[in-house]
Nanobody, 125 residues
Framework: QVQLVESGGGLVQAGGSLRLSCAVSGRTFSSYSMGWFRQAPGKEREFVAA????????EYSNSVKGRFTISRDNAKSTMYLQMNSLKPEDTAVYYC??????????????????WGQGTQVTVSS
């Protein structure tokens, strides 16, 4: 059984920073490509960032490119999302997800098999 646990969310002022973590247990972490997604109230869940199994490639949504950085530490079975220059529109529940069948950084939400419970990020103006 694969488990994903997010942490690091919270309340921050616009322009501030947060670092999210996603700890994975249950299988070899390096066998998954990983992604971050978010869901704001009344909206569908959307792609934020993704990283390949080895960490050598990544993808970002246009809305966060240049402000967010995804990374992973395969030795610690943990993925991170460094979020800088946060905006009120970044307010959402952030989810990490694991894809066991893809090697590259996968942007397609429906292809991820495993999900965390989410962590709330609130950016005040």
């Amino acid at each position: 059984q694969v488990q994903l646990v997010e942490s690091g969310g919270g309340l921050v002022q616009a322009g501030g920073s947060l670092r999210l973590s996603c700890a994975v247990s249950g299988r070899t972490f390096s066998s998954y490509s990983m992604g971050w997604f978010r869901q704001a109230p009344g909206k569908e869940r959307e792609f934020v960032a993704a990283i390949s199994r080895g960490g050598g490639s990544s993808e970002y949504s246009n809305s966060v490119k240049g402000r967010f950085t995804i990374s992973r530490d395969n030795a610690k079975s943990t993925m991170y999302l460094q979020m800088n220059s946060l905006k009120p529109e970044d307010t959402a529940v952030y989810y990490c997800a694991a894809d066991a069948h893809t090697i590259y950084a996968n942007t397609r939400l429906y292809e991820y098999e495993y999900w965390g419970q989410g962590t709330q990020v609130t950016v005040s103006s």
